[in-house]
């Protein structure tokens, strides 16, 4: 059974940066698809981008380009998010997820996996 676990949450000041870690562990293969989404208190979740394990291809939602950025380390079996030029809106639960299809795209229900949650709280 795949499982994921997130680090790297925490508290920064506005314009600071974070970077989110997400370690795949357990399972015979990786899921295809790589995502991270975040969810802010009594607001739906939100995908941020994801990434293919094969070609590192990425993709990244148009609220978040220039300042996020999805990568992963294939021998590490870790995906990351580096957030950058943080703003309090940012603030949310953060969740890394694994989709066995390739096609899962921007839709949490695609995805099979979910990490327990990292908290970010980003202070003006």
């Known amino acids: 059974q795949v499982q994921l676990v997130e680090s790297g949450g925490g508290l920064v000041q506005a314009g600071g940066s974070l970077r989110l870690s997400c370690n795949v562990v357990g399972g015979a293969f990786r899921p295809d698809i790589m995502g991270w989404f975040r969810q802010a208190p009594g607001k739906e979740r939100q995908f941020l981008a994801n990434?293919?394990?094969?070609?590192?291809?990425?993709l990244h939602a148009d609220s978040v380009k220039g300042r996020f950025t999805m990568s992963r380390d294939n021998a590490k079996n870790m995906v990351y998010l580096q957030m950058n030029s943080l703003k309090p809106e940012d603030t949310a639960v953060y969740y890394c997820?694994?989709?066995?299809?390739?096609?899962?795209?921007?839709?949490?229900?695609?995805?099979?996996?979910w990490g327990q949650g990292t908290q970010v709280t980003v202070s003006s």
């Open positions: 997820a694994g989709s066995k299809s390739l096609v899962a795209g921007v839709y949490d229900h695609r995805y099979d996996y």
């Open positions: 990434i293919r394990w094969t070609t590192g291809s990425t």
